[in-house]
C-alpha cells in the first residue's frame, strides 16, 4: 500500500467519523455543479457519499427536476461544500482530531 493511498484513507477516516456524528442533523450539501441541496443526513458511507433525506433545493427555478424529489444519493466525489449548523458541530473534538492527524503524519 502506497503511502499516498494511506494518507487519503486517514484523512477520509477522520471526515467518515465526522459526518457519521452528524447524521440526524440538517445539512446543506452543495455540488459542483452549483446545485445546493438542503436536507436531513441519513447516512454517509466511507467514501463521503451521503443519503438525505426531506430534502429541498434552495433555486428551485434553476433545478425544476428537482422539484419533485425528496429523498437522494449523493456521491462523495461531487460535492463541493457542506454547510453545517455552528452549534451542532463540537468544534473542540473536530480540532484535537486534526491535530492528532497531523501528529501522525509528521512522525512519519
Known sequence: MSAR??????????????????????VVVELKNDLSI???LHSVDQYLNMKLTDISVSEPEKFPQMHAVKNCFIRGSVVRYVQLPADRVDTQLLQDASRKEAAAQSRK
Open 5 to 26: 493511498f494511506l494518507f487519503q484513507s486517514e484523512w477520509f477516516q477522520l471526515f467518515f467519523s465526522f459526518f457519521k456524528s452528524l447524521v440526524g442533523q440538517d
Open 38 to 40: 438542503c436536507g436531513t
